[in-house]
């Protein structure tokens, strides 16, 4: 057997080094590089399973063509000619009759490699088809953090084994940034205490100190009391605040409606414990937040993470060492990536969509409708939310839908043709990260799996017989990625192709503290006050309103939040049995007292619903969550759940307060027992 570098795709800070065990041109082991600085050998038990996933049974292995109804799943195989050719033929057609933005492209991070991401972007600008907006992920966290801090890379998670407090607020690291957690390990050794800030007792949490049980949506509340503390107790940096930061004397009068007492109210977290973080966060030598995605999956998540973003500058943590904040690290990577998605083939003025409102959008939108969707690295039948709109859409008898996948998803069940898709271990690309500093190069390590092909090699087979002859339909991935590394960002200097062809991790040239020379904001400080917010009409200083589902409220009375399962990521994976056995039956969390009130036994079949859908999961009655809450993690495909429903079922199409995001886990549910 043979040992083949390469490196994990997937949507996950950790981008990890992989080393591919090959026999006989198969891959028989996927193992962490123990070379890689942040893998350190270790890999997550997802990864680990990848020779079930690359030879699954549902692996789709040529071009077929549905033959029954529509998310029926009967299908025939036919070539690749005959497909690309009815492609080709139906999107000229489509174009002609209705205009080209009637064709959809849907796309999203079933890949992280560079060239393959973007690797349609190029084929729909130069069709003139309606753009996508990729919002559904992290819009909202990173428009929340630049109105604060700035679009700029932040602290090394590497730097962490000098901090001596370290507050992970809204990650659940262990699952989801998993080698981040041996270096808050290394810290604690060292005496850091570790505190976690989520609304139940995740993965994470168990092994925190300290677990402060927030009530979802109100992270800004906490926040703010929290800065009440820093200040009433003289805890405040104030040389980093004057020379530093903006807005500090407006922030003051904000203030006095977030003492201990009253947050408490609004986040559920006792007084006491409020004075206790901010005490240590205000004394620590070197305090960091390790900022997740969960709160800015709230509709004023926004607000919620530049409130969180402010902290740090209070009391000089962007300063010290071992300190600071780790949002993405992913502004390191400024690459050259515009002969890849060449906008300057698009034209003016079409329109764009916005992702999370597929539903909407393939049900509702006119002039065009839309009458052809492309989706590729992506599950939106069971990722979207607000399920039910989406499967309308899907089910519409006039809407001609392709779809690259690597396996038959319940996305794919309703196409009309599925083309094989190639996966990072039969293809080249180039690999940057949004958890740590280094990008890494990587070549096939095994021959496609029967007929699929990368995803650029499939757009432009497509193109040239669309008759489009612009070169970036026939350049290689390696051309490309030489092309990205032509930049002048200071980050990647002296970067050569000829290092990164060899396969192994570089690292980016960031500063050992990335906020050293200030911050990426219109006035180059923290802005505590932000004209940019107040331009956009929104409210230029720190809020602590609550997200509430306002669609629910008055209706249903259980908060509901739906963050990842361990065993899976989003919805790939589902297909491996292993992890489906190990992640069990889908549960919902819901809290002992909550139980009794609705006489629910653990373990009972229960049904939860609110006016968008509805779905069946087990009860987990359990204090992990807390009053009035409920927790589901995971997205199971809708085929291993009863009635084949699925859990965004729940969530809705509702638009965050910036980057117009989803908010995942804001919805209000009623839970009862369904049999
Ligand atoms: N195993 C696994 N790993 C993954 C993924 C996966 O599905 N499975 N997904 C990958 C992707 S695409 C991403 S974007 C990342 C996401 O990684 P995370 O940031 O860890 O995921 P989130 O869904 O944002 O949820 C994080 C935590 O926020 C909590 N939370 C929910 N609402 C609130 C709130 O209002 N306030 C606070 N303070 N906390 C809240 C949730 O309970 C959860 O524990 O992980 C990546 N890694
Ligand atoms: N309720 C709820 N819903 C959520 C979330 C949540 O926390 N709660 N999380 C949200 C988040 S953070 C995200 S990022 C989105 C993720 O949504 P998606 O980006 O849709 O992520 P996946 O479910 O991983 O689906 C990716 C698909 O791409 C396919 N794929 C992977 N690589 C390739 C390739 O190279 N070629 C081709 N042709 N196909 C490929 C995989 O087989 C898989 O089916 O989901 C969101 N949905
Ligand atoms: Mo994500």
New binding site residues.
């Given amino acids: 057997m043979e040992f083949k570098r390469s490196v994990c ?1 997937h ?1 996950c800070p950790d981008t990890c080094g992989l080393l591919a065990g090959v026999d006989g041109g198969r891959v028989v082991s996927v193992r962490g590089d123990p070379d890689h600085p942040f893998t350190r050998g270790a890999v997550c038990v997802k990864v680990g399973h990848y020779p079930e996933r690359i030879y699954s049974p549902l692996r789709i292995t040529t071009p077929l063509r549905r033959t029954g109804k529509k998310g029926e799943g009967s299908f025939a195989r036919i070539s690749w000619d005959e497909a690309l050719e009815e492609i080709a033929s139906r999107y000229s057609h489509i174009s002609k009759a209705y205009g080209p933005e009637a064709i959809l492209p849907y796309s ?4 992280m490699g560079l060239v ?1 991401f973007h690797g349609g972007h190029a084929f729909f600008h130069r069709l003139g088809a309606t753009r996508l907006k990729r919002t ?2 992290s819009s909202t966290v990173e428009a929340g953090f630049a109105a604060t801090v700035g679009k700029m890379p932040t602290t090394d998670i590497e730097s962490t084994v000098e901090s001596d407090l370290i507050i992970i607020w809204g990650s659940n690291t262990i699952s989801t940034n998993m080698h981040a957690w041996p270096f808050f390990l290394e810290a604690r050794r060292k005496g850091a205490i570790i505190a976690v800030i989520d609304p139940y007792t995740n993965r994470t949490a168990r092994q925190a100190d300290i677990h402060l049980k927030i009530r979802p949506g109100t992270d800004a509340a906490l926040a703010l009391s929290m800065m009440n503390v820093l200040a009433g107790e003289g805890l405040l940096d104030r040389a980093f605040i004057d020379s530093q930061t903006i807005g500090f004397e407006e922030l003051k009068s904000r203030l006095p409606g977030y003492s201990p007492a009253l947050a408490e109210g609004i986040t559920g977290i006792a007084a006491s414990s409020t004075k206790e973080i901010a005490r240590l966060y205000g004394k620590a030598r070197a305090p960091y937040i390790r900022l997740g ?1 969960g709160p800015g ?1 709230q509709l004023r998540g926004a607000m919620a993470v530049r409130t969180i973003a402010i902290l740090p500058a209070l009391v000089g943590a962007f300063r010290k060492r071992g300190g600071g904040i780790t949002r993405s690290t992913s502004a390191a990577f400024d690459m050259n990536l515009s002969p890849l998605t060449r906008e300057d083939l698009g034209k003016k003025g079409v329109r764009s969509v916005n992702m999370v409102e597929l539903g909407k959008v393939l049900t509702n939108l006119d002039n065009p409708q839309i009458m052809a969707m492309h989706v ?5 039948a ?2 979207a ?1 607000d399920s039910k709109m989406v499967m309308k859409g899907l089910s519409r008898e006039d809407l001609f839908l392709v779809v ?4 038959m ?1 319940e996305t794919a069940l309703f196409a009309d043709l599925v083309l094989p ?4 271990l039969e293809s080249t690309d180039l690999y940057r990260s949004y958890g740590h500093y280094y990008l890494q190069m990587a070549k096939p390590v095994i021959e496609p799996v029967g007929e699929a092909r990368p ?1 650029l090699r499939i757009f432009q087979d497509l193109a040239r017989r669309m008759g489009f002859k612009e070169d970036c339909f026939s350049m290689s991935e390696e051309e490309f990625i030489k092309e990205m590394l032509k930049t002048d960002s200071p980050y990647l200097e002296g970067i050569s192709y000829d290092d990164l062809e060899e396969g192994r991790p570089i690292r980016v040239r960031v500063p050992e503290n990335p906020f050293e020379s200030g911050f990426k904001t219109p006035s180059g400080k923290v802005e505590i006050y932000s004209r940019t917010m107040a331009d956009l009409g929104l409210d230029p200083l720190p809020d602590g309103s609550p997200s509430v589902d306002v669609e629910g409220i008055g209706k249903y009375p259980l908060q509901l939040i ?3 399962r361990h065993q899976f ?4 994976f589902n297909e491996i049995d292993d992890l489906r056995d190990q992640a069990g039956r889908p549960t919902i969390m819901i809290h002992p007292g909550d139980a009794e009130a609705r006489g629910i036994k653990g373990g009972a079949e229960v049904r939860v619903w609110n006016d968008r859908g509805e779905c069946f999961l087990i009860a987990d009655v359990t204090d992990r969550t807390a009053p009035g809450v409920t927790v589901i993690e995971g ?1 199971y495909w809708p085929r291993f759940m009863v009635g084949n429903l699925g ?2 079922s729940l ?1 809705s199409q509702r638009l965050t307060d910036m980057g117009k995001s989803c908010a ?1 886990h804001c919805n209000l549910v009623e839970v009862a027992e369904s049999k």
């Fill in positions: 795709p949507d999203y991070a079933g890949t393959h559904i992920c995605w999956r590729y690295h992506s599950n939106p069971v990722v939310p690259q996948e690597h396996l998803t898709g190639a996966s990072f995803t739906t963050p990842p990521l989003n919805s790939t997205l859990i965004n969530t995942f």
